[in-house]
C-alpha cells in the first residue's frame, strides 16, 4: 500500500525552528518528485516547497525562501522539511505529497498540486508565542 506519514509537527514560539518528516512505504521514493504544501485556517492549500526525484533540484515559495529548506534521503524512503525562523503566518497543516516520475528525468520537480497523486495526512504546525 502507497503511503507518506508526516510528523514533527507542533507549537513554536515566533523565531524558532521546526523540521517535519515525510515517511514513505509501499513504493520507492527515488522514482518519485515530492513536495510540501500547507493549508492555513481558512485559506486554500498552497505551494510550499518541491524537490526533483534526485533531491538536486529545488524550489520554494517565495515566503518560505531562505528559511526552510527541502531535501530527502532515498536510501531511507523519508523527506524532510527544515523550517527555521518561523513566523505566525506559518501557521497551517502540512502536507507531503509524491508524483510518480516513470521515464521522466529525474530532475523534474512540480509546484502544482493537481501534479501529485498520492498525499500523506498531515501535520500540525502553530507557530504563537
Known amino acids: 500500500q502507497v503511503q507518506l506519514v508526516e510528523s514533527g509537527g507542533g507549537l513554536v514560539q515566533p523565531g524558532g525552528s521546526l523540521r517535519l518528516s515525510c515517511a514513505a512505504s509501499?513504493?520507492?521514493?527515488?522514482?518519485?518528485?515530492m513536495g510540501w504544501f500547507r493549508r492555513a485556517p481558512g485559506k486554500e492549500r498552497q505551494f510550499v516547497a518541491a524537490?526533483?526525484?534526485?533531491?538536486?533540484?529545488?524550489d520554494y515559495a517565495d515566503s518560505v525562501k531562505f528559511r526552510f529548506r527541502i531535501s530527502r534521503d532515498n536510501v531511507k524512503n523519508t523527506m524532510y522539511l527544515q523550517m527555521d525562523s518561523l513566523r505566525p503566518e506559518d501557521t497551517g497543516i502540512y502536507y507531503c505529497?509524491?508524483?510518480?516520475?516513470?521515464?521522466?528525468?529525474?530532475?523534474?520537480?512540480?509546484?502544482?498540486?493537481?501534479?501529485?497523486?498520492?498525499w500523506g495526512q498531515g501535520t500540525q504546525v502553530t507557530v504563537s508565542s
Open positions: 509501499g513504493f520507492t521514493l527515488s522514482t518519485y518528485a
Open positions: 524537490i526533483s526525484g534526485s533531491g538536486v533540484y529545488t
Open positions: 505529497a509524491a508524483h510518480f516520475l516513470g521515464a521522466v528525468s529525474g530532475s523534474t520537480y512540480f509546484m502544482s498540486s493537481s501534479s501529485y497523486e498520492t
